[in-house]
């Protein structure tokens, strides 16, 4: 049920961080994976360590907020492979600042790297896995797709915004026999983070208090729910968005 030998996946921003952790889980799987970043050294790096479980892998250099580039790492990814099963949608960023101090550039910034590159992924993708009779999408939320926080109005948008789309995509593309799903990770150490951790006082200490597992998340805690968004053991969960979080979202 989980053995996905064969198929092939393009994990955004997976040359780092969680998206790394995923593509390590489905790589394990035996998916052959496409990094799309735009950080060709660490892409290489993570083709690399990818390479060394098993499957063969690639890195398109891509930045997701860029039609075009996106357009070409898709045709890339048929190119090579001849087939595309799972868009794994999880290049992100964060720019930490209260509304009224948020620009239009910076607000266009993180709603373009977080929800439009989705958007433009799974437009992209869509054909191939509708051609193929089915496909897995994985979009990345956050525990900001649920709660508020004063310090990143734009993030919360984007990630609030990726549950809506998932939705929305599950629905119109349910008959064409592709799953579309969001996961919403707690809080897990990441570069992203321990930015966050060095500009938020008490931020580590406050999730440790309130994750019910006493820890943040490691990448490597990202990899199960990939491999099972992926594969056929989740050919009836469609728009859903599953928190991956130790328990942080159920915490009172
Ligand atoms: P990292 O900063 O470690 O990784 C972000 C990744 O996104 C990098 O691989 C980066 O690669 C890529 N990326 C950023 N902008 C672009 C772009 N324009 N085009 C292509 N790739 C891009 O962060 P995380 O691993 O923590 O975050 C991954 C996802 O998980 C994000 O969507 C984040 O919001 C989400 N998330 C993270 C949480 C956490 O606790 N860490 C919690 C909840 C959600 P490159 O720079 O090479 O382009």
């Given amino acids: 049920m989980f053995d996905l030998k064969g198929k092939v996946a393009v994990v955004t921003g997976g040359n780092g961080g969680i998206g790394l952790g995923m593509a390590r889980g489905l790589a394990r799987a035996g998916v052959r994976v496409v990094i799309a970043a735009r950080d060709e050294a660490k892409s290489k790096d993570a083709v690399k360590e990818l390479e060394a479980l098993g499957p063969d892998a690639r890195a398109v250099a891509t930045d997701v907020t860029d039609e075009a580039a996106v357009r070409r790492m898709v045709k890339a990814t048929l190119d090579a492979f001849g087939r595309l099963d799972v868009l794994v949608n999880n290049a992100g960023t964060n720019i930490r600042k209260p509304p009224h101090e948020v620009s239009l550039a910076e607000w266009r910034q993180v709603l373009d790297t977080n929800l439009t590159s989705a958007y433009l992924c799974s437009h992209a993708a869509y054909p191939a896995m509708?051609?193929?009779?089915?496909?897995?999408?994985?979009?990345?939320?956050?525990?900001?797709?649920?709660?508020?926080?004063?310090?990143?109005?734009?993030?919360?948008?984007?990630?609030?915004?990726?549950?809506?789309?998932?939705?929305?995509?599950?629905?119109?593309?349910?008959?064409?026999?592709?799953?579309?799903?969001?996961?919403?990770?707690?809080?897990?150490?990441?570069?992203?983070?321990?930015?966050?951790?060095?500009?938020?006082?008490?931020?580590?200490?406050?999730?440790?208090?309130?994750?019910?597992?006493?820890?943040?998340?490691?990448?490597?805690?990202?990899?199960?729910?990939?491999?099972?968004?992926?594969?056929?053991?989740?050919?009836?969960?469609?728009?859903?968005?599953?928190?991956?979080?130790?328990?942080?979202?159920i915490q009172g």
């Fill in 130 to 249: 509708k051609t193929a009779g089915g496909g897995k999408i994985v979009n990345i939320g956050s525990m900001m797709s649920i709660f508020g926080a004063g310090f990143a109005p734009a993030y919360a948008a984007s990630k609030g915004g990726i549950v809506q789309f998932t939705r929305a995509c599950a629905s119109a593309w349910a008959r064409d026999n592709i799953q579309v799903n969001a996961v919403l990770p707690g809080w897990i150490d990441t570069a992203l983070t321990r930015r966050a951790r060095q500009e938020i006082p008490g931020l580590h200490e406050r999730v440790l208090e309130r994750t019910p597992a006493a820890r943040w998340g490691t990448i490597d805690d990202m990899a199960g729910i990939a491999v099972f968004l992926a594969s056929p053991a989740s050919d009836f969960v469609t728009g859903t968005a599953i928190p991956v979080d130790g328990g942080y979202s």
